[in-house]
């Protein structure tokens, strides 16, 4: 297992400035966050993986801006709008190829959406064989305002997509009500990428160590599972003072990371 962070912890920085900043302070894995089309175009990839190579940086995964338009190109008939979205995605399946990514995190459908979940997995499917083509794997992440924040919805999914696996956001199982380790206990070995955060009482995404987050009791959680994917630390701008919190988060993690590893 790997430990990362993500460039949309700085935003709204520009995503070319938070990875200068990672590089600075040895942050060397990372989950990239577009958030704007523009990111997409060739002379800004170009500049993206040159960072990445000058600090020698891995891009674990990619997050794309569009994930608030997902209902609207997966999860109806309109046939069409269908394949101009997996067209869509195939722009960021091209860009974590071409930096190194593996990993699309994908939110789906929203709550109110009515559309029948056996349809919605079988749009679903089709992007996810999409991403194949490229090298690239889409994986469903829990979401607390999409039908993802349920776990009889993840459930039903790996039973529909047994090739499916998931992004475990920690903060987010908290908003839907749930524990992460719920999350984890069901879905097993099907978790294969993380969203890190510490939690207490009326804080649900604080950063490493400063929650009462039994971490211990997590990465011995991991261990029984062989998890051997990325943990990416992710917060919100306001949930944390200095950057040099998330190089603090990123290094705990790699210490717990090598002792879980040296257990194995």
């Not at 990362?4 to 990672?22: D, H, I, R």
């Not at 990514?101 to 064989?129: I, M």
């Not at 009462?212 to 944390?240: C, I, M, P, S």
Request: proline share 3%; aromatic share 14%.
């Amino acid at each position: 297992m790997k430990a990362g962070v993500s460039t949309a912890c700085l935003y709204p920085k520009q995503m070319e400035q938070a990875l200068e900043e990672y590089g600075q302070l040895g942050i060397n894995k990372v989950e990239l966050f577009f958030n704007t089309p523009s990111e997409l175009k060739e002379n800004s990839l170009v500049r993206l993986k040159n960072i990445l190579r000058s600090y020698n940086m891995e891009a674990a995964s990619i997050h794309p801006f569009t994930s608030e338009m997902e209902p609207f190109f997966f999860f109806s008939d309109y046939t069409g709008r269908l394949k101009d979205g997996i067209d869509l995605y195939r722009r960021y399946f091209e860009a974590a190829a071409f930096l190194g990514a593996k990993v699309l995190v994908f939110h789906g459908d929203y709550r109110q959406n009515t559309y029948p979940w056996e349809k919605g997995f079988s749009h679903v499917e089709a992007l996810w064989e999409a991403g194949q083509q490229y090298g690239v794997e889409v994986m469903q992440e829990n979401v607390a305002r999409c039908k993802s924040g349920s776990l009889n919805y993840l459930l039903a999914m790996q039973n529909a997509l047994p090739q499916m696996r998931f992004v475990l956001d920690c903060k987010q199982a908290l908003r839907a009500g749930h524990r992460a380790e719920e999350f984890m206990e069901k879905l097993g070995n099907k978790i294969a990428h993380f969203h890190i955060s510490d939690n207490k009482q009326g804080e649900d995404c604080l950063p490493i160590g400063w929650g009462n987050t039994n971490w211990e009791e997590f990465f011995d959680n991991l261990k029984r599972q062989e998890f051997n994917g990325f943990l990416v630390l992710e917060l919100y701008f306001h949930n944390f003072q200095q950057v040099i919190h998330l190089k603090e988060g990123f290094e705990q993690m790699n210490k717990w990371i090598n002792i879980t590893n040296r257990m194995l």
